[in-house]
């Protein structure tokens, strides 16, 4: 059925077959999920809106007052740093006249919003709202950003805007020995972006996370260290799954790493997603993430970064690194924005995959459990 005659109902229908399926299988999602405004908007509500979303990392804001802000789904938020250490997750919206009362990063006293001045705790209570003191019955006390329910794993801050969630942690409790000894918390960001990519968001985890494509659009690059070839399947459960890309043998060891690594962890790339949102190359010296929300069918928000244990690497400088990052998502950029206008297509279909995609075929029927009931 050509992608611009589907319907949401018919992308609903193909998304269950998925779920009666065999895990290898290896059947896409439909073209048609990753072009619909009403499969972007059921999204928006059945995953954004109850999952855990991940948002950056921690030592993005390392003082009490550090922020910087965000949106998940259309909500504007403020990620920052509270007088008792803590993160905070406040809307960004002031509870007078609704303007956004921070904007981009930095270090705050205080939030003031820039239309009436009420003005706001680094904890979301209201300090002060000037000539409100002869409205009858108004109460600072009663009037305060709201804060959203957040977590931290492993340096990276999560949000979710379903108060009933599930802990994140119970959530992750069968990924947790799987990344217990790579010390993610002690890593410090080195280098990193906030970009748009002319894409849908579903294409970018599922990019991410196949050990497919390295061999073809990352020929000189990616494949010399982690070949195709050597791709090794490791775990799923519904919230996650991982596969390992193992280095080449020639390559040379990757330090500074985190001394409980054993020696089978220091010779591979542990590739997670963490459903929907946080991508991970896991290796020995450092991490490489991507935080994934989508802004309409065709477009997503990345937010990513590289941290580590320090900037001595022993085998290539920190800009070095940090050039080789932006090479790999100029590669994928602009192999995604093609594959999103392709989708397009009367021609586009269903399709197999590759048992290098088997992560895809798992993301899949996520996307599906959350859609086709």
């Not at 931290?152 to 108060?163: A, M």
């Not at 990344?179 to 918390?185: E, I, K, L, S, T």
């Not at 450092?286 to 928000?301: K, L």
């Not at 290098?356 to 959350?370: I, K, M, P, S």
């Given at each position: 059925m050509p992608t611009g005659s589907t319907s949401f109902e018919d992308v609903r229908r193909q998304l269950g077959a998925l779920l009666i399926l065999p895990e290898d299988a290896g059947v896409s999602m439909p073209p048609a999920a990753y072009a619909l405004?009403?499969?972007?908007?059921?999204?928006?509500?059945?995953?954004?809106?109850?999952?855990?979303?991940?948002?950056?990392?921690?030592?993005?804001?390392?003082?009490?007052?550090?922020?910087?802000?965000?949106?998940?789904?259309?909500?504007?938020?403020?990620?920052?740093?509270?007088?008792?250490?803590e993160v905070n997750v406040l809307t960004n919206v002031c509870r007078h006249k609704w303007s956004e009362v921070?904007?981009?990063?930095?270090?705050?006293?205080?939030?003031?919003?820039?239309?009436?001045?009420?003005?706001?705790?680094?904890?979301?209570?209201?300090?002060?709202?000037?000539?409100?003191?002869?409205?009858?019955?108004?109460?600072?006390?009663?009037?305060?950003?709201?804060?959203?329910?957040?977590?931290?794993?492993?340096?990276?801050?999560?949000?979710?805007?379903?108060?009933?969630?599930?802990?994140?942690?119970?959530?992750?409790?069968?990924?947790?020995?799987?990344?217990?000894?790579?010390?993610?918390?002690?890593?410090?960001?080195?280098?990193?972006?906030?970009?748009?990519?002319?894409?849908?968001?579903?294409?970018?985890?599922?990019?991410?996370?196949?050990?497919?494509?390295?061999?073809?659009?990352?020929?000189?690059?990616?494949?010399?260290?982690?070949?195709?070839?050597?791709t090794y399947w490791g775990h799923a459960d519904a919230h996650f799954s991982a596969f390992y890309s193992p280095f080449s043998p020639d390559e040379p060891s990757r330090e500074p790493y985190c001394p409980d690594l054993t020696a089978d962890e220091r010779k591979h790339v542990l590739m997670i997603s963490l459903y929907p949102s946080l991508v991970l190359a896991l290796a020995p010296d450092r991490v490489f993430y991507m935080c994934i929300t989508p802004d309409g069918p065709d477009h997503t928000r990345v937010r990513w970064g590289v941290a580590s244990y320090g900037e001595e690497f022993t085998y290539q400088g920190i800009k070095d690194i940090a050039k080789f990052y932006d090479l790999i998502n100029a590669e994928d950029k602009v192999r995604l924005e093609s594959i999103q206008r392709g989708i397009k297509s009367r021609f586009a279909a269903q399709s197999r995959m590759s048992w290098l995609e088997l992560t895809n075929a798992q993301f899949g029927r996520y996307v599906a459990r959350a859609l086709a009931d």
């Amino acid at each position: 059925m050509p992608t611009g005659s589907t319907s949401f109902e018919d992308v609903r229908r193909q998304l269950g077959a998925l779920l009666i399926l065999p895990e290898d299988a290896g059947v896409s999602m439909p073209p048609a999920a990753y072009a619909l405004d009403e499969v972007c908007d059921a999204e928006v509500q059945a995953i954004f809106g109850q999952d855990w979303v991940c948002l950056g990392r921690e030592e993005e804001i390392p003082e009490p007052g550090d922020y910087f802000t965000t949106r998940v789904v259309g909500e504007p938020l403020i990620v920052v740093r509270g007088d008792d250490r803590e993160v905070n997750v406040l809307t960004n919206v002031c509870r007078h006249k609704w303007s956004e009362v921070a904007e981009g990063k930095g270090n705050a006293k205080v939030f003031t919003c820039p239309y009436h001045a009420w003005t706001y705790r680094r904890d979301g209570r209201l300090l002060g709202a000037p000539y409100m003191d002869k409205t009858e019955g108004f109460d600072t006390k009663s009037c305060a950003l709201p804060q959203q329910k957040s977590a931290l794993w492993h340096g990276f801050i999560f949000v979710t805007l379903n108060p009933e969630a599930a802990e994140l942690a119970d959530q992750l409790s069968n990924l947790e020995p799987l990344v217990a000894h790579y010390g993610m918390d002690k890593m410090q960001l080195f280098t990193g972006a906030e970009e748009v990519w002319a894409t849908n968001w579903k294409l970018l985890v599922e990019n991410f996370t196949e050990g497919y494509h390295t061999f073809q659009a990352h020929r000189e690059t990616l494949h010399k260290a982690v070949p195709t070839e050597l791709t090794y399947w490791g775990h799923a459960d519904a919230h996650f799954s991982a596969f390992y890309s193992p280095f080449s043998p020639d390559e040379p060891s990757r330090e500074p790493y985190c001394p409980d690594l054993t020696a089978d962890e220091r010779k591979h790339v542990l590739m997670i997603s963490l459903y929907p949102s946080l991508v991970l190359a896991l290796a020995p010296d450092r991490v490489f993430y991507m935080c994934i929300t989508p802004d309409g069918p065709d477009h997503t928000r990345v937010r990513w970064g590289v941290a580590s244990y320090g900037e001595e690497f022993t085998y290539q400088g920190i800009k070095d690194i940090a050039k080789f990052y932006d090479l790999i998502n100029a590669e994928d950029k602009v192999r995604l924005e093609s594959i999103q206008r392709g989708i397009k297509s009367r021609f586009a279909a269903q399709s197999r995959m590759s048992w290098l995609e088997l992560t895809n075929a798992q993301f899949g029927r996520y996307v599906a459990r959350a859609l086709a009931d």
